[in-house]
């Protein structure tokens, strides 16, 4: 079965400064798909980026971007010049694809970004 | 372009009562997701909807949880009777590909 590790239940960054959410996941398959997404107090999820498995690349997004290391199964975020609207709860997921979309999550890093 | 819709945003209840939770996902989105988030947890799929069909169910507690979606668009979460450890929030989100939207969430207290 997939799993989802995020070992950091908290974070704490400076207003402008950057900072590195880890990630790890455990699966069998070759191809399959990524995500970070924010979650602030509002509740709602909100996507932050995602990588496709297939692609060597790491994906940006802006001042997201991540570290896509296939083969150790690890899949971190880091957030360049943090502002004070990033602080929230960031949750890293997998997603296999195919007829059951289903996301699992891991347990979440709350961020606080001071100012 | 409208978002995922979800109400009640707060239900208080007490153990042993009924709730229930609706949503309206994105319109033209055929994929409709439940989720079930328990306070310091990622959220956990409950029910997945392509269309009317249901394409996976394996965490719901069928013993007290149900859910529908009979015309293919919005949905109904039920709980009955509801259990103390079935605080937590209710997510919706729908898709059309890969990517979910989700909605803003129910928060559901048992008390």
């Known amino acids: 079965a997939q799993t989802v590790t995020q070992s950091q239940p908290e974070m704490s960054v400076q207003e402008a400064e950057t900072v590195t959410l880890s990630c790890t996941y455990d699966t069998s398959e070759s191809d399959y798909y990524l995500f970070w997404y924010k979650q602030p107090p509002s509740r709602q999820m909100i996507l932050v980026i995602r990588q496709e498995a297939y692609k060597q690349q790491n994906a940006t997004e802006n001042r997201f971007s991540v570290n896509f290391q296939k083969a150790a199964k690890s899949f971190s975020l880091k957030i360049s010049d943090s502002q004070l609207g990033d602080a929230a709860m960031y949750f890293c997921?997998?997603?296999?694809?195919?007829?059951?979309?289903?996301?699992?999550f891991g347990t979440g890093t709350l961020l606080a970004v001071q100012p | 372009e409208a978002g995922v819709a979800q109400s009640p945003r707060y239900k208080i209840i007490e153990k042993r009562q009924s709730v229930a939770f609706w949503c309206n996902p994105i319109?033209?989105?055929?994929?409709l997701y439940w989720y079930q988030q328990i306070l310091g947890q990622g959220p956990k799929l409950l029910i997945q909807?392509?269309?009317?069909?249901?394409?996976?169910d394996s965490q719901l507690p069928k013993d007290r949880f149900s859910a529908e979606r009979l015309k293919g668009v919005d949905s109904t979460l039920k709980i009955q009777p509801a259990k103390l450890e079935d605080s937590a929030v209710y997510l919706c989100?729908?898709?059309?590909?890969?990517?979910?939207?989700f909605g803003p969430g129910t928060r559901l207290t048992v008390l």
């Open positions: 909807f392509q269309n009317n069909g249901v394409v996976d």
């Open positions: 989100a729908s898709s059309l590909g890969i990517r979910q939207f």
């Open positions: 997921a997998y997603l296999l694809g195919g007829a059951t979309n289903k996301l699992i």
């Open positions: 319109s033209g989105h055929a994929t």
